[in-house]
């Protein structure tokens, strides 16, 4: 296992972030507690003291900082922050927040310099992406953590409890352990009440899906997603639920093979019509029951995946529209 140690992060960047010029702020003294040691994608980083110019790559930590009362500790962000997912108080602390860039590929990945990021002086970056990986951040003394779903490789099943203990984790990183214990009560007692009230739903069966706007893949999850606890909690069963995969191709022959009464479509950003049209519009799926019934749903990505408090809104967005059969 590999372990990165994260000691006088800025005065380190002073050396390699070439032409920012200014003095940047003094390293923070350790604290009660400090360091701290977290294993993240099989790696351990310890934190001499709790971060305090966090860079954000990906917007799956936001709920957790808000949670824990940090998001103001974040310096910089890019990416795409779509406004459904968050309440006014999460809203107006991202405000203040600079944005560096919301560009992205083709794909959906993040199009960022890691010059950009390592310029912003971090002591923390939160998400990894394709040009800036760990490896390239722990040369310059920067740490990164991603969500552990997310990271390479990862075969764990997902569940509502890796939501709780990554609320701990971050509780532990930034120094926030008994704000961390309140907001994991309250998220567990949520999620209890919403599935309790989803009932069995009737003992239908639903599929979640990643349909390409536009024309092209469709892709489905599985076992290894936050997909399959999340319907398992809204009383639906995954027609998907014998491929330990997380994410897969899917055609739409199979579809009408295992024919889920229930579709839940995930999108990045964009027209939720357009992207129940780039399912209902494939050649074939208007004989899918879910389909021919008008039983599909458009959820943004992050209501589902990767598993977050996001997540327990989109159990409670899914079981809004199917806990009571109709």
Do not use: W
Request: glycine letters at 10%.
């Amino acid at each position: 296992m590999k372990t990165i140690r994260v000691a006088a992060t800025a005065a380190t960047l002073l050396l390699v972030a070439a032409g920012c010029g200014g003095n940047a702020d003094a390293p923070t003294a350790a604290g009660p507690g400090y360091p701290v040691t977290v294993t993240n994608c099989g790696v351990d980083v310890t934190f001499a003291a709790a971060p305090q110019r966090v860079v954000l790559l990906k917007s799956a930590a936001v709920p957790y900082l808000h949670a824990l009362g940090v998001l103001d500790r974040v310096t910089a962000r890019a990416g795409q922050y779509p406004t459904e997912y968050y309440d006014a108080a999460t809203l107006a602390e991202l405000d203040r927040i600079p944005l560096l860039t919301d560009k992205t590929d083709t794909s959906g990945h993040l199009q960022i310099s890691k010059e950009v990021v390592i310029g912003q002086q971090p002591d923390l970056v939160l998400g990894e992406v394709d040009n800036l990986s760990r490896d390239t951040l722990s040369a310059v003394d920067i740490p990164l953590l991603e969500e552990p779903a997310m990271c390479p490789g990862s075969t764990a099943v997902p569940s509502f409890d890796d939501v709780y203990r990554q609320l701990e984790t971050y509780g532990r990183v930034f120094g926030r352990e008994a704000e961390a214990a309140t907001a994991v009560t309250a998220l567990r007692d949520r999620t209890a009440k919403i599935q309790a009230a989803a009932g069995t739903a009737a003992e239908r069966t639903a599929a979640v899906l990643y349909p390409t706007v536009g024309g092209g893949t469709t892709y489905a999850y599985g076992t290894a997603s936050m997909a399959h606890p999340q319907l398992r909690a809204a009383g639906l069963r995954n027609v998907f639920g014998d491929v330990q995969e997380r994410v897969f191709e899917v055609t739409v022959e199979e579809l009408l093979g295992r024919d889920p009464d229930v579709l839940i479509l995930l999108h990045g950003d964009g027209d939720p019509t357009a992207v129940a049209q780039a399912l209902t519009g494939l050649p074939g799926a208007e004989k899918l029951t879910a389909v021919r019934d008008g039983q599909v749903m458009t959820q943004l990505f992050n209501f589902t995946e990767p598993p977050s408090p996001l997540s327990v809104d989109g159990l409670e967005r899914i079981v809004r529209r199917f806990g009571d059969g109709t």
